[in-house]
C-alpha cells in the first residue's frame, strides 16, 4: 500500500493507525504549498481534489481511497482483532461514527481556514468559539477518568482527534480543558504515535533533501 501524507496534517491519524495494526505502508510525502511529492508523483493526477491523505491499495485495480475517516475506519474493519474500530451493524459503530463525522466537521475542518488565516476577525472568533465548544465536549466525555473516548480502548477516533491537534496554529484557546490535554499526552506516548511522528519527520527530510539537489 501506499499512503500520501504531509507535515502535521491529517495524514497523521492514518500513520497512527497503521502502526497500530502493525502494517508498513509505503510513504510519501506531498508539499502542500510547494505541490511536489518526495517520489515525483503528480499529486494532482493521483487525487484532483489536492489534498490527503490518500490510500493507494495493492488489490488487482490499485484502488485509491480519500477522505480520512474512511482511510482509517477501512484499515481498522479490515483488522477487527485489533479492537481498533467496533463492527459494522452495531450500535457501537454508529456512535463510534458518529464521533468521526464530529470529529471531521466541527473539529478538524473548521481548524483549516483558521490556520490559512482566511476568514474575517468575526467570522474566525465565530469558528475559534465552535472549536471550543467541540473541545469541551471531549473534554468533559474524558471526565469519568476513562482513557479513549469510547473508555479503555483507543480507536480512530481517537487517532483523528490527535492527528488535528491544531490549537495552538488556529488559536482556539482550550490549554485549560485538563481531560483533554492528559489525554492527547497518554496518545502521545502509545510507540504507534511516537512511531508516526518521526516517520513523518524523515519523509518530510528526504523530500526536503530532493528538493535541494
Ligand atoms: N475531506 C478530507 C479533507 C482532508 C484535508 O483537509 N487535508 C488537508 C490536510 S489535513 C490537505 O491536504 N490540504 C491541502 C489542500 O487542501 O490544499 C478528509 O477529511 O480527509
Redesign the pocket.
Known amino acids: 500500500m501506499k499512503l500520501y501524507i ?1 507535515q ?4 497523521l491519524a492514518v500513520q497512527i493507525i497503521a502502526n497500530e495494526i502493525g502494517l508498513n505502508p509505503e510513504l510519501v510525502h ?1 508539499d ?2 510547494g505541490k511536489s511529492t518526495s517520489n515525483g508523483d503528480n499529486f494532482a493526477e493521483v487525487n484532483p ?5 490518500v490510500l493507494v491499495l495493492d488489490n488487482e485495480h490499485q484502488d485509491l481511497l ?6 482509517a475506519s477501512y484499515l481498522a474493519d479490515q483488522h477487527p482483532e485489533t479492537g481498533l474500530i467496533p463492527a459494522h451493524g452495531t450500535l457501537e459503530r454508529v456512535k463510534l461514527d458518529q464521533l468521526l463525522t464530529f470529529i ?1 466537521t466541527e473539529i ?2 473548521k ?2 481556514p483558521l490556520m490559512r488565516k482566511l476568514q474575517t476577525e468575526d467570522g474566525a472568533a465565530w469558528t475559534r468559539n465552535k472549536l471550543v465548544v467541540a473541545y469541551t465536549m471531549l473534554d468533559e466525555r474524558l471526565a469519568d477518568g476513562r482513557s479513549y473516548l469510547t473508555g479503555e480502548q483507543f480507536t480512530v477516533a481517537d487517532a483523528y482527534v490527535w ?2 491537534m491544531w490549537h495552538e496554529r488556529s488559536g482556539a484557546q482550550i490549554g485549560h480543558l485538563k481531560n483533554l490535554m492528559a489525554y492527547i499526552a497518554r496518545i502521545n506516548a502509545r510507540p504507534s504515535a511516537i512511531k508516526a511522528i518521526q516517520d513523518e519527520i524523515d519523509m518530510v527530510n528526504i523530500h526536503e533533501a530532493e528538493k535541494a539537489l
Open positions: 504531509a502535521s496534517t491529517c495524514s506531498y502542500v504549498f481534489l489536492g489534498y490527503v491523505p480519500t477522505e480520512t475517516t474512511i482511510i471531521a478538524a475542518q481548524h483549516i492527528a488535528t
